[in-house]
């Protein structure tokens, strides 16, 4: 069974990349809550409590996978948010990049990851950042950094917590097409 | 004559601010228009348009230095702002820090950061980050965060431009008394 093509995102995702980002056990509920307000910036439906900062929707970009078979009760399998980082002309930041464990193992993230680098070399971009922990249990996350060409660019020790270090993987990205 | 005491952010620090900032020579209008925007953030009087993302105005604390002698046309001789860092559970970011070239070589910048270093061990937090730009004409900036106690924890090569990198510095702040 081919794997379907990675979509747009909709309103009705938001609950299960919700869902889906909890499943994962790698985020904090501060974390899902930045994550989901992200989509609710590229979804232009965010509401207005007290202060607010404004930022324009294209600054961020989704993509969605749904999974092969529909099972585990939730449609989408997997999303990514990316994005030109601020300050930058060249730059692009992966905010969020998350598969559901039920469809992990299935070259889900490779595929929403190279789905990126494709968009980022059609803007112009020359580097891809992505950001992640340095703890034991994000070992795996980072090989599947590693994996996918990035390496280790930078590293800001005890960041997260104590003794929970942001690292910062990079590419280069090589400019596609005539 | 005693320097002035810092003091809080005010409405009418927004025009000295900007004037301030352009004339450091050092940031681009798309960095001075950020930069305003956490003003505006913090004075909760940003107005909507289009699509935004809400944060806290807590997020972003300011302080401001006079100038000595009112002179230079401007009252506000220099600024800074930084706040908690998303995520962070006590790494605090710098995010601007400008003094008016008419009032740099007074110890205002010195004088700015230290009671950032202050306020920060007073909220518990345990670093303070400062990202600047890698190009030579940055290398004063640099200096100044080197001699105030801070070193450069990593970078981003050819973040800001080809051949301009990301620079972060980072300072340990020590606890302070009971």
Chains 1, 2 share one sequence.
Not at 12 to 33: N, S, Y
Not at 42 to 53: F, I, K, M, Q, T
Not at 126 to 138: A, F, N, V
Request: glycine content about 10%.
């Amino acid at each position: 069974m081919p794997a379907p093509a990675l979509r747009e995102l909709g309103a009705a995702d938001r609950a299960p990349i919700a869902a889906l980002l909890r499943a994962t056990g790698a985020f904090t509920e501060e974390e899902v809550g930045v994550a989901l307000e992200l989509v609710d910036v590229a979804l232009e439906r965010l509401a207005v409590e007290g202060s607010y900062r404004i930022v324009r929707s294209d600054d961020y970009n989704f993509l969605v996978a749904d999974a092969p078979d529909g099972a585990h009760g939730a449609r989408v399998a997997g999303y990514v948010c990316w994005g030109l980082a601020p300050m930058s002309d060249g730059v692009f930041d992966v905010y969020w990049i998350a598969v559901d464990p039920a469809a992990q193992r299935q070259g889900i993230g490779a595929r929403l990851l190279h789905a990126v680098e494709e968009d980022v070399a059609r803007r112009g971009g020359r580097t891809i950042l992505i950001e992640t922990g340095g703890k034991d249990s994000y070992a795996p996350t980072r090989r599947f950094y590693e994996r996918a060409g990035y390496a280790e660019a930078a590293r800001i020790p005890d960041f997260f917590r104590v003794g929970d270090d942001k690292v910062i993987f990079m590419r280069r990205v090589t400019r596609s097409g005539p």
